[in-house]
């Protein structure tokens, strides 16, 4: 005779998330762990889509326009981990990730990762500096090429 599966109550919520939920927490605080998707080209390296994000970074330093590398980009055929033509929300997710640093970001701060970085702080900061610049001016360098 089968059983109907067990339904807590509303009350023994705050138990189970004590039970389940902050043990597996406090071990992904302790091991640095990445929890949920994973970025792109990290963890265990793979070198072609290490290779991708290396591209995306150099090319907008180049560039300076998130607008116009998504043009090329797309003209291209280059996708994304999930497999979709690449977009600007993308390439500024992209641009942001401080995890191809080697760094590891948990509620907001940054600690050394347990990964290799794929990128350096020099094009980092390149990267940064032009998005640092007024968004206007940026898109007026756009029009003006």
Not at 98 to 109: C, F, M, N, S
Request: aromatic share 4%; no cysteine.
């Amino acid at each position: 005779m089968d059983r109907p599966p067990v339904v807590p109550d509303a009350h023994d919520e705050p138990a189970a998330r004590a039970r389940f939920i902050e043990p597996a927490v406090e071990l992904a605080e302790r091991t640095r762990a990445v929890v949920g998707e994973l970025p792109l080209g990290i963890l265990v390296v793979n070198e072609a889509e290490a290779a991708t994000v290396r591209m995306i970074f150099e090319r907008f330093a180049k560039i300076g326009s998130a607008t116009e590398l998504v043009r090329r980009l797309r003209a291209e055929g280059v996708r994304g981990k999930q497999g979709k033509l690449v977009d600007k929300g993308y390439v500024y997710k992209l641009l942001n990730n401080r995890t191809y640093l080697g760094l590891a970001v948990h509620k907001g701060t940054a600690h050394p990762g347990e990964h290799a970085a794929i990128i350096d702080q020099a094009l980092w900061d390149k990267v940064h500096a032009i998005l640092a610049e007024n968004t206007r001016t940026r898109s007026a360098n756009t029009r003006a090429q």
